[in-house]
């Protein structure tokens, strides 16, 4: 029987963005299996819960079969290893995220050489786009429709109490 590949997108995703959204299709299209990894006890103070993120995560992608989301405890590497994976995802926008995806990613093969992280570039319109943008301009009280999922949008309101 052929390998299945099954590949490991970790990250805050708070809250998911139509970034996201692009590079999880993308991976879609080349993986036998994607899963959405949230970290769970992350140290930043996040806007949503994680509970919160994994279901905006769910139900913008359950349209994809090959295309699962949960939350991550503790190392990352040893997240992948219980999953029986080899690959993590990373998107990279700019120039400017590089030397972090760099860091993480030596560390990563540090603690597990085997495991091996695939760099991939979301759609150009998408290149700004970023979480923290998001919440800044969602904050603001500016225009966040074209950003960011269906879901995430209502869900946004909801935060505001305008639904
Ligand atoms: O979306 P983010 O905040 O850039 O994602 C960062 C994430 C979740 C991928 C990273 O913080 C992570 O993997 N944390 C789990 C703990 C861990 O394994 N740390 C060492 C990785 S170098």
Do not use: C
């Not at 099954?6 to 879609?28: C, K, Q």
């Not at 996040?46 to 919160?52: C, D, G, N, Y």
């Amino acid at each position: 029987m052929p390998k299945r590949h099954t590949i490991i997108y970790p990250g805050s995703f708070d809250p998911p963005t139509n970034g996201h959204l692009d590079l999880i299709e993308r991976a879609a299209a080349l993986f036998d299996e994607v899963i959405v990894a949230v970290l769970s006890h992350d140290r930043k103070d996040p806007l949503f819960t994680v509970a919160e993120r994994v279901e905006m995560l769910r139900t913008a992608t359950a349209n994809i079969a090959n295309v699962q989301a949960e939350s991550f405890e503790g190392l990352l590497v040893d997240y992948a290893r219980r999953k029986d994976a080899r690959l993590i995802l990373r998107g990279i926008r700019a120039v400017s995220d590089y030397e972090y995806e760099l860091q993480m990613a030596l560390m990563n093969r540090k603690l597990s050489p085997t495991l091996e992280t695939v760099f991939m570039l979301p759609a150009e319109a998408y290149s700004y786009v970023s979480s923290r943008l998001v919440k800044e301009v969602w904050g603001l009280g500016g225009d966040i429709h074209e950003l960011v999922p269906e879901i995430v949008e209502q869900r946004l309101a909801q935060k505001r109490g305008k639904v």
